[in-house]
T-cell receptor, first 112, second 111 residues
């Protein structure tokens, strides 16, 4: 059974510092990996999606890498801002029907 | 264009009561999903529907039923609520692209 782990569970950084969030998965047979953002009391918003054949994906200050063979993905957020404070979740697509297996998330606080 | 909408936003039930959580999407997506989110456990898939007229079980289907009423709507029913079903429930949809779009969630408390 695929298991997805995110460490650490919580992270606090000063504004301007680069954020590095980790995601690991146990089965390398994935279709893709997605990073989501969740604000308190809200739904999830997709940030980046990396196909299994890709090594990385970029959007603005966000960059996500994928190493399928080692079962790891990293989300980098450059020059963090207080508005980046949220919980970040990663999820792997495990079959053709679109089923996702989620990690528990990393709660990020960016202090001014 | 509202995306994915869910009703109600919040509900309190007593053990044994029933209720239906409603979800609708206006993006003409074929696939829809129901997840639950519990503290420290991430989201877990309850049921999904790959297309209108089809549904299938996810990781934690026990105690739930679903109906894909039409392409837009996918409802989740709790026939006899239990305290273990206290959670936040999210509906999501997916089109031809891979990204899943999530609703704002329903917070359910079962006493």
């Amino acid at each position: 059974k695929q298991e997805v782990t995110q460490i650490p569970a919580a992270l606090s950084v000063p504004e301007g510092e680069n954020l590095v969030l980790n995601c690991s998965f146990t089965d390398s047979a994935i279709y893709n990996l997605q990073w989501f953002r969740q604000d308190p009391g809200k739904g999830l918003t997709s940030l980046l999606l990396i196909q299994s054949s890709q090594r990385e994906q970029t959007s603005g200050r966000l960059n996500a890498s994928l190493d399928k063979s080692s079962g790891r993905s990293t989300l980098y957020i450059a020059a963090s801002q207080p508005g980046d404070s949220a919980t970040y979740l990663c999820a792997v697509k495990t079959d053709s029907w679109g089923k996702l297996q989620f990690g528990a998330g990393t709660q990020v606080v960016v202090t001014p | 264009n509202a995306g994915v909408t869910q009703t109600p936003k919040f509900q309190v039930l007593k053990t044994g009561q029933s209720m239906t959580l409603q979800c609708a999407q206006d993006m003409n997506h074929n696939s829809m999903y129901w997840y639950r989110q519990d503290p420290g456990m991430g989201l877990r898939l309850i049921y999904y529907s790959a297309s209108e007229g089809t549904t299938d079980k996810g990781e934690v289907p026990n105690g739930y039923n679903v109906s894909r009423l039409n392409k837009r709507e996918f409802s989740l029913r709790l026939e006899s609520a239990a305290p273990s079903q206290t959670s936040v429930y999210f509906c999501a949809s997916r089109g031809n692209q891979e990204t899943q779009y999530f609703g704002p969630g329903t917070r359910l408390l079962v006493l």
